[in-house]
């Protein structure tokens, strides 16, 4: 089955410890991208990368950090989480940058930051 | 499970033209919010239009409006006037209201404006 992953679904935990959220897609895309989502905002894009060792930044990267080292994973680092990191996290993938295909949502990682 | 449907992956119009993007969901709650995300190519998302369950009035922002038929489960975004900016993937959203744990959302409907 077509899908991304993301794990934890759920994870509290305190200001300034490291946490990594992980995402995973088996369907070989090359285009992977991380957002948040915060009520009223919608959702907003923290990093993106469309190939293996390209990532670059989209609109609300402070505080966070990536790694493309393989096609499938594309992680999401916190080094330093702070309250205002409290966030829905979403991973995506696709084939392309700007193709015709349709992106696919992971199923959302709850982060609370205390 | 819930689930979101957008029937129709790929749609054209002209410009000036009306054009209406269809969503159905399926869901045994009561209470929840819907989402309409437009996503240009440069792959931001961003909101265009989110319903409460519990509202009767449809939403509406400026060209943009839903015919929101809870009975039905059907949540359709109308664009009015339309404009070769409003070219971009159309997600539509479900999420609880009370646990705002998870998003679903729909496979996206790609919409060409065309001068």
């Known amino acids: 089955e077509a899908q991304v992953t993301q794990n934890p679904r759920y994870l509290i935990t305190v200001t300034g410890k490291k946490l990594t959220v992980t995402c995973s897609q088996n369907?070989?895309?090359?285009?992977m991208s991380w957002y948040r989502q915060d009520p009223g905002l919608g959702l907003r894009q923290i990093y993106y990368s469309m190939n293996v060792e390209v990532t670059d930044k989209g609109d609300v990267p402070e505080g966070y950090k990536v790694s493309r080292k393989e096609k499938r994973n594309f992680p999401l680092i916190l080094e330093s989480p702070s309250p205002n990191q409290t966030s829905l996290y979403f991973c995506?993938?696709?084939?392309?940058?700007?193709?015709?295909?349709?992106?696919?949502f992971g199923p959302g990682t709850r982060l609370t930051v205390l | 499970a819930q689930t979101v449907t957008q029937s129709q992956p790929e749609m054209s119009v002209q410009e000036a033209e009306t054009v209406t993007l269809s969503c159905t969901y399926d869901?045994?709650?009561?209470?929840?919010?819907l989402f309409w995300y437009k996503q240009p190519p440069s792959r931001q998302m961003i909101l265009v239009i989110r319903q409460e369950a519990y509202k009767q009035q449809n939403a509406t922002e400026n060209r943009f409006s839903v015919n929101f038929q809870k009975a039905a489960k059907s949540f359709s975004l109308k664009i009015s006037d339309s404009q070769l900016g409003d070219t971009a993937m159309y997600f539509c959203a479900f999420m609880y209201m009370n646990r705002d744990d998870k998003i679903i959302f729909g496979k996206g409907t790609r919409l060409h404006i065309l001068p």
């Open positions: 995506a993938s696709s084939f392309f940058q700007g193709s015709t295909d349709t992106q696919y």
């Open positions: 869901t045994s709650e009561n209470n929840y919010y």
């Open positions: 369907m070989n895309h090359e285009y």
